[in-house]
C-alpha cells in the first residue's frame, strides 16, 4: 500500500508538473494577471440583487473531512444537510457535494484522481498536512487567486476572524490562494496534569519546580511501589508530545526549528539542552519513575491504560486532557482528581512552552474558472456570521456540521474564549449572555455540580479555574518552520528522525550519555546541515 | 483407523488433537475478546482488563450501532454488492472456464485467450489509470463501480477450468452424441458435476465481496454510498502522530470508542460467520479437486 501510494505521488507530481509547464507558457505572469478576470466577471456577470444570486449559481464542493464523529441528524445527508439548505436559501448558490470523505490519505489520492480526470470540484478541502499539494496546485495555476476577492466582498466579521496578521503568513508571493481554517496556535499548547488527590492524600504542596515534580513522581510510586510509576510516558511515534514537560523543564525542545541567538534557526534535537534532559530520563528509568515497557514499543496505548488503571498521577497533555483520557480515570476511581500546571523547570529560568507558528486545521481551495469566485468569501461571511454573528447558533448536539460548511471562521482562540465567557456566567450565575455553543457546555457543567460525574471533564476545563484559563499565563517559544518540507528533508528527514530515535532509545536504557555528542555528529553530516541551510534560506526569504 | 494402537501412534493423535485445539483457539480467541469488549462498559473496556469475558455486562453499544443509520446503510450496501457481485462473478467465471478448459484442437486460439488472462494476475494498471477507466465508463458514485471491475476473477476461472478438466471426456462426448449443444452440456453435466468447486469458488467471491473495502472508498463518493467495510475502515483509524496533531478532541474521543467498534467488527463480521458453516464442508473437496487434473 505505501509503495502504491509513492508511486501514485510520483505519477501525480509528474502530471502537476506537466499542467504547470503548460500554463506557464500560456500566461507567463500568472501571479498579475487573474486577479483582474475574477473582478471584471463578478461584476458583469453576476446579476445579484443584495446578496442573493438570480438565477441561482452552482458550486461543486469536495469536502474532505466527514469524520466519524460527524453524525447526520434526522433528514440530513451529505448531499442535502444544514449547509446545502442555507447557502441555497440566503446566497441563491446551489452545493453539489461531489465528494465526502474522512481525512485522511485516500481524500488526497482522490483528489489527485479528479485533477487527471479533469472533474475537480470548483471548491475543495485540502488537509493541512498536504501543504505539498496546495503548493502544486497554486503552481500549476490551478487555485484560484483570492486576495482581492477576499479584500473586496469578506464581511467585517470574517476580517475581524481572519486578521491579515493571521493570513499574512500563509500567503504564496503575497497571494492568498486558500481560505484556511486557522486556530490559535495557543490551543495545541501542552500542560502538566497532577492527580490532587493523590497530592492531599499524601500531605504534599502543589509544586513550583521539576525537582518538586520529581519528588511527587517519588512520592505516588511509592503509594505502591510494586505497580506505581511516575511519569506517563508512551512513544506515540516518538512524537515527545508525552513528555514535553520534561524536556522543557531542561529547556529542550526537540522536533522544533527554534530561534537562535543571532536569530537564526537551529533544530531543537539537537541543542545541548537536549542532552541533560535525557541524562533525566536516564535516571527516572532508573528509579523506575518510568515505565519498563516503554522504549520496548508501546505506542502509548500501554500507558494510557496504566493511566487508567491509576497506575500513574503525572500526564502531559493538552487542554482537553480531563475529557480523554482523564475522564476515564474518573470512571473508575471517582475519588480521582487532576489539576493542571505550567510547566516547571529545574533552574530559575522558566520552563517555556512550545507552540507553532501557524496552526491550520485543513483549507479551502478554489478551482480557477468559476463564474462567480466571489461566491466562496459570500459564503464564507455567511458560515461566519451563522456561528459569530448577532445572532448566533450551534449545530444540533454532537453533530459536527460545521465540518460540511463551505468555509470555516472561528474567533482567535475560540475555547480560550468560551471558557472566559462561561468562567463569568457561573461565577455571576447569569447565562443569558452565553453564546449557544457556550451553553451548551454550562449546561454539562451545571450538570455536573448537581451530581453528574460524566461531565467532570468539561468542568475542568471549561468551569471555574479551568485548564484553559492557565494558557494566558504561558510563556511560548515558538515553532519558527512552517513551510513545506524542504528538497533535502524529503530524502533525508526519515533517515534523522530515525538516528534521533536510536540515540535516545540507547540513552535512555542507560548507554552512555557522551552517545548524544555522537549523534549531533552525525545529524549534521547526515543531511542534518543541509536541511539547517534550507530552513534558514526559506526564513530570511519571508522577510 | 481404530485398529492401530502402536504408542506412537496414539501420541500421535494426542499431539494432533493438542496441535489443532491450539490453532482453533487462536482463531477463536480474538473474536471471543472483541465480543467481550463490545459486552463490556467503556470504563472497564478503557483500563484494557478485558480478556474474554465482558464486564459490566450491557448491550448499550449494540443499540447505539443498530440506531446508526450509517450502519444499517453500509450493511445493505454491501448485502448488494454480495450478491450482484456474486452473481456477476460466478456467471464470468463459469462462462470462461469452460471454453479454456477444451484442448487446442477443439478450441483454436485457446492459449492466446488463456495467456490474456493469465496476464492480468500479474500486472495491473496501477490506481489512477483504474480510476480514469472507472470514470469515463460512468459508473464511478454507483453499485457497478464496486462489482465490475473485479468481475472476472481469473484465479478462479483457472481453479475451475482445472476441474472441468477432471470431468471425464466420456461424459461430454456422448452428450454430444445425443444432440447436446455446449450451452446443455455446460449448463447440464459440467455444472452439476462440479458443485464442490462452484460452492468453494462462491465463498472466495463472497468473502472478497464482502471484505474489500479500498475501492468502496476510491470509487464512491459520499459516505452513504460506502459499503460496510469502508465505512469501518473510517471508523478503525491508526491514531498516529499526524493524526493527533490534527484531530479535535471530538473525533479522538468518537474513535476510542472501543466497545462501539467492537461492536461493529462483530455485527460486520457475523454474516460471513453465519455462512461459513454451510459452505465450508464442499470447501477442502473442491480446492483439492481443482489442483488434481486428469
Known amino acids: 500500500m505505501k509503495k502504491l501510494t509513492t508511486n501514485l505521488l510520483l505519477t501525480m507530481m509528474f502530471m502537476l508538473l506537466i499542467a504547470a509547464c503548460s500554463n506557464g507558457t500560456d500566461k507567463p505572469s500568472n501571479t498579475s494577471k487573474p486577479q483582474a478576470t475574477p473582478n471584471n466577471s463578478s461584476t458583469t456577470e453576476s446579476s445579484s440583487s443584495g446578496d442573493k444570486y438570480d438565477p441561482p449559481i452552482k458550486m461543486t464542493f469536495a469536502v474532505g473531512r466527514v469524520d466519524a464523529d460527524v453524525v447526520f441528524p434526522d433528514g440530513q445527508s451529505t448531499k442535502d444537510n444544514q449547509w446545502t439548505r442555507l447557502v441555497e436559501e440566503k446566497l441563491g448558490i446551489k452545493l453539489d457535494v461531489t465528494l465526502a470523505m474522512p481525512k485522511g490519505q485516500e481524500f488526497t489520492q482522490k483528489v489527485n484522481a479528479l485533477i487527471v480526470t479533469n472533474d475537480l470540484p470548483d471548491l475543495f478541502t485540502v488537509s493541512e498536512e498536504e501543504m505539498i499539494q496546495v503548493d502544486q496546485l497554486i503552481q500549476a495555476g490551478i487555485a484560484e487567486d483570492l486576495t482581492d476577492l477576499f479584500e473586496e466582498y469578506a464581511s467585517p466579521l470574517v476580517k475581524q476572524l481572519m486578521p491579515d496578521e493571521a493570513l499574512e503568513p500563509l500567503k504564496r508571493n503575497g497571494r492568498l490562494y486558500f481560505l484556511p481554517n486557522l486556530q490559535r496556535p495557543a490551543e495545541e499548547g501542552f500542560m502538566t496534569w497532577i492527580r490532587t488527590d493523590w497530592l492531599k492524600k499524601l500531605n504534599i504542596p502543589e509544586p513550583k519546580t521539576f525537582q518538586d515534580v520529581i519528588a511527587i513522581a517519588e512520592a505516588f510510586k511509592a503509594m505502591n511501589p510494586t505497580k506505581n510509576y511516575g511519569f506517563q510516558a508512551g512513544t506515540e511515534s516518538w512524537d515527545m508530545y508525552s513528555l514535553s514537560g520534561l524536556f522543557a523543564a531542561y529547556h529542550a525542545y526537540p522536533n522544533a526549528w527554534l530561534k537562535d541567538a543571532n536569530g537564526n534557526l537551529v533544530n531543537g534535537n539537537i541543542q545541548p539542552e537536549v542532552k541533560a534532559a535525557l541524562q533525566s530520563l536516564q535516571n527516572l528509568k532508573k528509579e523506575g519513575l518510568i515505565s519498563n515497557e516503554w522504549t520496548l514499543g508501546d505506542d502509548g496505548e500501554k500507558a494510557r491504560q496504566d493511566l487508567i488503571n491509576g497506575r500513574v498521577g503525572i500526564h502531559f497533555g493538552q487542554w482537553w486532557a480531563p475529557e480523554w483520557p482523564l475522564q476515564l480515570v474518573k470512571d473508575n476511581d471517582p475519588e480521582a482528581e487532576w489539576k493542571a500546571f505550567k510547566f516547571m523547570s529545574v533552574d530559575g529560568q522558566p520552563a517555556l512552552h512550545l507552540q507553532n507558528t501557524v496552526s491550520l486545521t485543513g483549507l479551502y481551495v478554489l478551482k480557477k474558472g468559476h463564474s462567480n469566485p466571489e461566491a466562496l468569501i459570500k459564503m464564507l461571511n455567511l458560515v461566519a456570521d451563522f456561528y459569530w454573528g448577532e445572532n448566533p447558533q450551534a449545530d444540533p448536539d454532537n453533530s459536527n456540521l460545521w465540518k460540511l460548511a463551505p468555509g470555516d471562521a472561528q474567533p482567535w482562540g475560540k475555547n480560550i474564549v468560551f471558557m472566559q465567557s462561561i468562567e463569568k456566567a457561573l461565577k455571576s450565575g447569569d447565562a443569558s449572555k452565553l453564546h449557544p455553543g457556550e451553553q451548551v457546555l454550562y449546561n454539562m457543567i451545571e450538570d455536573y455540580n448537581n451530581g453528574n460525574d460524566e461531565f467532570w471533564g468539561v468542568s475542568l476545563e471549561y468551569g471555574i479555574d479551568g485548564s484553559l484559563g492557565l494558557y494566558d499565563s504561558f510563556q511560548w517559544i515558538n515553532n519558527e518552520f512552517f513551510g513545506t518540507p524542504t528538497v533535502t528533508m524529503n530524502t533525508k528527514q526519515a533517515n534523522l528522525n530515525k538516528l534521533f530515535e536510536d540515540a535516545f532509545i540507547s540513552i535512555v536504557n542507560g548507554a552512555d550519555i557522551n552517545k548524544f555528542d555522537t549523534f549531533v555528529e552525525q545529524w549534521k553530516k547526515q543531511g542534518g546541515d543541509d536541511i539547517t541551510k534550507e530552513v534558514n534560506d526559506w526564513y530570511k526569504s519571508r522577510k | ?294
Open chain 2, 1 to 294: 483407523m481404530v485398529a492401530d494402537k502402536t504408542i506412537g501412534s496414539r501420541i500421535f493423535v494426542i499431539a494432533n488433537y493438542i496441535f489443532l485445539t491450539l490453532i482453533t483457539l487462536t482463531c477463536l480467541l480474538p473474536i471471543c475478546h472483541v465480543l467481550a469488549i463490545s459486552l463490556s462498559s467503556k470504563a472497564a473496556v478503557a483500563t484494557g482488563n478485558i480478556k474474554f469475558w465482558p464486564v459490566d455486562f450491557t448491550f448499550a453499544s449494540y443499540q447505539l450501532v443498530l440506531s446508526k443509520s450509517q450502519f444499517l446503510t453500509s450493511m445493505g450496501i454491501t448485502v448488494k454488492r454480495v450478491v450482484l457481485g456474486v452473481l456477476i462473478n460466478m456467471l464470468i467465471v463459469v462462462l470462461t472456464a469452460y471454453p479454456l478448459s477444451k484442448e487446442v484442437r477443439s478450441f483454436r486460439p485457446r492459449s492466446i485467450f488463456a495467456w490474456f488472462f493469465v496476464f492480468t494476475i500479474f500486472f495491473s494498471g496501477g490506481l489512477i489509470p483504474g480510476y480514469i477507466i472507472i470514470y469515463y465508463v460512468g459508473i464511478i458514485d454507483t453499485i457497478w463501480a464496486l462489482v465490475l471491475p473485479g468481475a472476472v476473477q481469473v484465479f478462479s476461472v483457472v481453479l475451475l477450468l482445472n476441474f472441468f478438466r477432471g470431468i471425464p471426456r466420456e461424459l461430454e462426448e456422448s452428450a454430444f452424441m445425443d444432440g447436446a449443444g455446449h450451452f446443455s452440456i455446460l449448463f447440464k453435466i459440467f455444472l452439476p458435476a462440479s458443485l464442490p468447486a462452484i460452492a468453494t469458488l462462491t465463498l472466495f467471491s463472497i468473502v472478497t465481496h464482502w471484505n474489500s473495502w479500498f475501492d468502496g472508498l476510491i470509487y464512491m463518493n459520499t459516505p452513504e454510498n460506502y459499503p460496510l467495510q469502508s465505512y469501518m475502515q473510517t471508523i478503525i483509524v491508526k491514531m498516529d502522530q499526524q493524526f493527533m496533531r490534527g484531530a479535535s478532541k471530538d473525533l479522538i474521543k468518537s474513535l476510542n470508542e472501543q466497545t462501539l467498534k467492537s461492536a461493529q467488527v462483530f455485527l460486520g463480521a457475523l454474516p460471513i460467520l453465519v455462512v461459513y458453516p454451510f459452505l465450508q464442508k464442499y470447501f477442502v473437496k473442491g480446492i483439492v479437486l481443482g489442483s488434481v487434473k486428469g
